[in-house]
Structure formats: structure tokens, C-alpha cells
């Protein structure tokens, strides 16, 4: 099990003022795989999402990424253009808020083909006929396509959040809390698809979530957050079953059973 | 061939929540099993049936000792395997029915099923699901239903169904015929054997004697640790 990994991260350190985010924090992703963050609020998994991606610079530490050539590049060590492309292409990032990364006064198939555009394809017909196709793998209907996501709900701005994300078949996915403040019925649907189309398609995934029920379902392997330190990781089902720290034995067993 | 075997095999829970209470449930254990056999794991309710189980899918990690796993012609010991390790594991070797189905919201019965097939593509695993879900008296009317609402001897049905899809070279059993009636017991049992007649290994408990003297070859006894002292 020598193979490489996708994403690699060592000794990150972040602090806010006298508030550790991440303390000593190393990471490793392996190409198609996902990982999930989870732990409560302020437990440093958000800032951990963000460091991996290059949003956010770390105080000390290192984040290497696998080009698909197969060369390693320092996350942080990119000029910003680079890493700008790499997040319109490679990588994609689903944000807790639809809106955060939708256009609002853009229509639903130009925010699609947007991204398309940005890598560069041109051919107008073929762009809409992507972000249809998009649409529908989302369940969104083909005659929402020049509707502003304005007149969406907020279950369908987030499968069209992943619309976009996923239209440029990216390697790699940050996701932050995609199922936050949805209705459960919206959720259990989107977590559906994700699960769907990260499995089809292979894409690699470090996904942020505080709901252990949403980790099991979608994680291959789990990391446990508290207070900026990864107090347990491991294999999902091995950390939610047989949790071995203090905190996570008390995250487990705080959980209500429906 | 032996397909698993244990070594000095232990294991303790350690609850930090109750003041840091250590309950031991496996200590010592040496157990072992080889391809086309099955042995029951017997001993009383809370003895750690399960809980070997469970460890011996990597499910519960190992405190101590060896497991021993053949996969891909060479022994994984799943007490020190990386999660990819375990994972790939699972994938290739290790298939594991439970006693309770975890059901996923929205996917159908038949797709539950058809997911966990190897090395198909999907349409030929969605007719081996088909096929094997019809063996276990599960309708075809309900093979596009989620199961959230079915009842507890269709959900097992359809858990073992998911567990026998793979066809994996070791078969662990956690009580797969706890709620179904004589005939839907006995296909379970046929099943049962005509993996062992593959060359699967089974390791199950069943706390029904009829299944347990119908399929397995021996008995590996559990006893509580108090008793065994």
C-alpha cells in the first residue's frame, strides 16, 4: 500500500490570536477516496478544509499535491494564478452555502457552463448541452435551465452547487458541510447523490461534516477533531464503532437514534 | 488452506465516559479456520461472540495479539493493516453479514444488493441481485423499494443477500437466521453450504441449533472471561 497519495499535508500549525486551529496536524488522501473531518464547532475542521485547499495559509507546515503527471506541488508555495487554475479545473470546492460560489443574477445552465468556459471550451451548443446534462444528473429539470437560482430552493442550489463543482470532472473535492441546513428528505437525497457520483466517477474527497451519520455514509476513512488536534482517525465504521478517545467515545455516544 | 487464524488475540473496552471502566472480552483467544469449512462461534449471550466478529472484520480493533487474514495469497494482519489495507481487504476477501441492516435513505433493495457485487458490471450485477433476492422469497415488487420499511425478516433477507452477492473467499455470519421462519431458513442454510462447498471459509454465530448443526463443521467456543478464568 506504497502507492501515492493525492493529497499529502505535514505539521500544519495555525493559531487565531491565542485560539489553536490546527496543531501539528498532518493528512494524507489517496486517489479516490474520501475522507471526512468531523468533530463540533470550532474544533478547527473548517480552517483544516481550508489549509488543504490553499485558501488559507498555514502558520507553519506543508500541503503537497499530486499533478496528474504525477509531480508533487507545494500547495502554498503556488503563485496564486496556478492555484486559481488548479481550482477551476482539478479541484472543486462545495461550500456549506450554494451562494457563496453561485452567481445568484446568473441562470442556472450559465452557472453550470461557467466553469466549463473557464477551462476554456467555447462551443456554445455543446457548453448547454453539458450543463443540461449536468442538471439532470442532479435532478434538477432540463426547463430550469435559463431560470435564476434565485427562484431555486435552497436543496436545489445545492445539487446545483454541485452541478458546477462536478462539471469540469475534477479529481479532487472540498466539501463543507454540502447537507448543513437542509430539510432531512433534502439531505438524505443529496447525500444519495454525492454518494452516487463520487463512487462513479472516483472522485477523491476530504469532506467537513459534523454528523457522524453522514460521515459513515460517504467517508472511506474518518479524522477527529478537537480544539486544532486530530485526537483519533482511522477506518470509518472502526472509529464510529470502537472509538477509542475520550472525545470521540463522547461525540459517538452523544448522537440521538431516530 | 488456513483463511484466518488468531494469535494471543485480545481485546478490552476502555470507557472514558464511565471513569475510564476497562471491560475485557477477548483475552488469549486462538482460533483458526480454513477454506471450505465453517465453524460456529457458541458460548452464552455476552460472552464477545460478536465482538470477535467484529474483530476479525476489522470492524473493532484489535487490543493485542495477531489476526491473520489471507488475501491475495499472502497474510494481512488486520491487529497492524493501514485502513486502505482493511478496506482493500474487505473488498477482495472478506465479505460480513450483519445482524441488522443499515439502511440508506432513497436506494432500492435490489441496488443495496447489487452495489456490493465483484468484479460485474452493473447490469450483470443487478440480475445476480435480482436473482439471489427472488431466492430469498424477497417479491419482485418490492426489489425497487428502499427497505426502511420492510420488516425485519425482509431486511435480514436482503442483508444476507448483500453479504452472498460478492461471493468472497471468507463469509462471516452474525446471526443470519434470527428472524425468519423453517423455510426461509432452510434456503439460508442451502446457501450457506453451497459457499462452503466452494472452498469458503464461514465463521458465524447461530444461536439456532438446527442452522448451526446444518452448516458448520466444528464449534469454536467463546466463554465470558470470569468463567474462563
Same mark, same amino acid.
Given at each position: ?9 505535514? &505539521? ?9 486551529? /490546527? %496543531? *501539528? $496536524?498532518? @493528512?494524507?488522501?489517496? #486517489?479516490?477516496?474520501v ?25 507553519? &507546515? ?9 509531480? /508533487? %506541488? *507545494? $500547495?502554498? @508555495?503556488?503563485?496564486? #494564478? ?6 477551476r479545473s482539478?479541484w472543486g470546492f462545495v461550500h456549506?452555502n450554494p451562494r457563496?460560489s453561485l452567481r445568484m443574477g446568473v441562470s442556472a445552465g450559465g452557472n453550470v457552463g461557467e466553469r466549463l468556459m473557464a477551462q476554456g471550451s467555447r462551443h456554445y451548443g455543446s457548453i448547454r448541452e453539458s450543463a443540461i446534462a449536468w442538471l439532470s444528473e442532479v435532478e434538477i429539470d432540463a426547463s430550469r435551465v435559463d431560470d435564476l437560482p434565485r427562484t431555486f430552493s435552497g436543496g436545489m442550489l445545492q445539487r446545483l452547487q454541485i452541478a458546477r463543482t462536478l462539471v469540469t470532472h475534477p479529481r479532487?473535492v472540498?466539501m463543507?458541510?454540502p447537507t448543513?441546513?437542509l430539510d432531512v428528505s433534502v439531505q438524505a437525497r443529496l447525500l444519495d447523490l454525492i454518494r452516487g457520483l463520487v463512487a462513479r466517477l472516483g472522485i477523491?474527497a ?11 455514509l460517504l ?40 | ?103 440508506v435513505p432513497r436506494v432500492s433493495?435490489l441496488d443495496i444488493?447489487a452495489e ?5 458490471t452493473l447490469a450483470?450485477a443487478r ?16 426489489h425497487g423499494l428502499p ?83
Amino acid at each position: 500500500m506504497s502507492d501515492p497519495t493525492l493529497l499529502s499535508a505535514r &505539521g500544519l500549525n495555525l493559531r487565531f490570536g491565542a485560539v489553536p486551529a /490546527l %496543531v *501539528d $496536524v498532518d @493528512a494524507d488522501l489517496w #486517489p479516490g477516496e474520501v475522507l471526512a473531518i468531523v468533530g463540533e464547532s470550532g474544533s478547527g475542521k473548517t480552517t483544516l478544509l481550508n489549509v488543504l485547499s490553499g485558501r488559507m495559509a498555514p502558520q507553519s &507546515g506543508v500541503v503537497w499535491y499530486r499533478e496528474p503527471a504525477g509531480g /508533487l %506541488v *507545494d $500547495v502554498h @508555495a503556488m503563485p496564486a #494564478p496556478a492555484l486559481r487554475a488548479l481550482h477551476r479545473s482539478d479541484w472543486g470546492f462545495v461550500h456549506q452555502n450554494p451562494r457563496d460560489s453561485l452567481r445568484m443574477g446568473v441562470s442556472a445552465g450559465g452557472n453550470v457552463g461557467e466553469r466549463l468556459m473557464a477551462q476554456g471550451s467555447r462551443h456554445y451548443g455543446s457548453i448547454r448541452e453539458s450543463a443540461i446534462a449536468w442538471l439532470s444528473e442532479v435532478e434538477i429539470d432540463a426547463s430550469r435551465v435559463d431560470d435564476l437560482p434565485r427562484t431555486f430552493s435552497g436543496g436545489m442550489l445545492q445539487r446545483l452547487q454541485i452541478a458546477r463543482t462536478l462539471v469540469t470532472h475534477p479529481r479532487l473535492v472540498f466539501m463543507d458541510e454540502p447537507t448543513g441546513g437542509l430539510d432531512v428528505s433534502v439531505q438524505a437525497r443529496l447525500l444519495d447523490l454525492i454518494r452516487g457520483l463520487v463512487a462513479r466517477l472516483g472522485i477523491a474527497a476530504v469532506l467537513v461534516t459534523h454528523d457522524l451519520a453522514v460521515a459513515r455514509l460517504l467517508a472511506h476513512r474518518v479524522m477527529v477533531m478537537q480544539q486544532g488536534c486530530v485526537v483519533e482517525s482511522g477506518l470509518t465504521d472502526q472509529v464510529l464503532d470502537d472509538p477509542q478517545h475520550p472525545y470521540t467515545q463522547l461525540l459517538v455516544s452523544s448522537v440521538l437514534a431516530a | 488452506m488456513i483463511a484466518i487464524e488468531t494469535h494471543a488475540l485480545s481485546k478490552q473496552f476502555l470507557l472514558h465516559l464511565q471513569g475510564g471502566v476497562r471491560i475485557p472480552v477477548l483475552r488469549d483467544v486462538a482460533f483458526s479456520v480454513s477454506f471450505g469449512e465453517c465453524v460456529a462461534l457458541t458460548g452464552p449471550s455476552g460472552a464477545g461472540k460478536t465482538t470477535l466478529l467484529r474483530s476479525l472484520y476489522g470492524n473493532y480493533r484489535v487490543g493485542s495479539g495477531a489476526l491473520l487474514v489471507r488475501h491475495q495469497g499472502a497474510m494481512v494482519d488486520l491487529a497492524t493493516a493501514s485502513p486502505r489495507e482493511i478496506v482493500s481487504v474487505r473488498r477482495d476477501t472478506l465479505g460480513y453479514v450483519s445482524q441488522f441492516l443499515r439502511v440508506v435513505p432513497r436506494v432500492s433493495a435490489l441496488d443495496i444488493v447489487a452495489e456490493a457485487a465483484r468484479g460485474v458490471t452493473l447490469a450483470e450485477a443487478r440480475a445476480k441481485a435480482t436473482a439471489l433476492l427472488l431466492r430469498l422469497h424477497i417479491p419482485a415488487r418490492l426489489h425497487g423499494l428502499p427497505p426502511a420499511t420492510f420488516s425485519g425478516g425482509e431486511q435480514q433477507r436482503i442483508n444476507l443477500a448483500r453479504g452472498f452477492i460478492g461471493e468472497h473467499p471468507i463469509l462471516l455470519l452474525d446471526e443470519p437466521t434470527a428472524s425468519l421462519d423453517a423455510a426461509r431458513r432452510d434456503i439460508v442454510i442451502a446457501m450457506i453450504r453451497e459457499a462452503v462447498d466452494r472452498g469458503t471459509a464461514v465463521v458465524g454465530i447461530f444461536h439456532d441449533a438446527v442452522v448451526r448443526d446444518a452448516v458448520s463443521n466444528r464449534s469454536h467456543p467463546v466463554l465470558p472471561l470470569q468463567d474462563a478464568a
